[in-house]
């Protein structure tokens, strides 16, 4: 039993980092979505930034004809920016997602539980040599049972550590994304209030 309900609190743990995964990830959608919006609006300021150059005065109007204009990103498509979560965290993802079935069989409000006949087919799925276990039937069926579930319980603490890994490198590379988003916005407050300032002395 106490093996039992350790089975069901691995796979409850999963199927939590496995929600985490995936908001996470939306999280990172999101950041690149708001990356691209920062560098439109950098971009569109240039543009306006040479206008209003050309209007301050006619040297202005020279040096923009001579000078290269911005290069202008390409449009998404649809709108939607491409994001990848990072493969260790999609493979850790994808294998517990595998497990999702167990966790509904294990959930104490799911499943109906059958100790006999769970024990009984115990013989069926064990790898383990029949000699090792004690001679008598019901010992037999109680030890093999132990074994599998500890046996899985050694396969969904890998998968954790798996998922754990996977978060922290898809954390990592979103700190990178915010690093960069920040530097970007206040360069871009900067050359606001620089643009503002322009069109008021105009």
Sequence with gaps: ?????SLSLLYESERIGVAASEELVRQGEALKRTEQMVDKMD???KTSQRHINSIK????GLVNYFKAKPPE???EQNGMPEY???????????SSKEQESKYQESHPNLRKLDIDNDFSKADLISPAPRDSYPKNQHLRAYHQKID????EMSSGLSRLKNLALGLQ???DEQDDILDRLTKKVET???????TDKKVRQL
Excluded: C, F, H
């Design 1 to 5: 039993d106490s093996t039992t309900r």
């Design 43 to 45: 971009q569109d300021l």
């Design 84 to 94: 990848y979560a990072n493969s260790r965290l999609k493979e850790a993802m994808m």
């Design 57 to 60: 005065s006619v040297w202005g």
């Design 73 to 75: 990103s390409k449009p």
């Design 169 to 171: 490198t898809e954390i």
């Design 148 to 151: 599998n579930n500890l046996d």
């Design 188 to 194: 871009l407050d900067v050359n606001i209030k620089s």
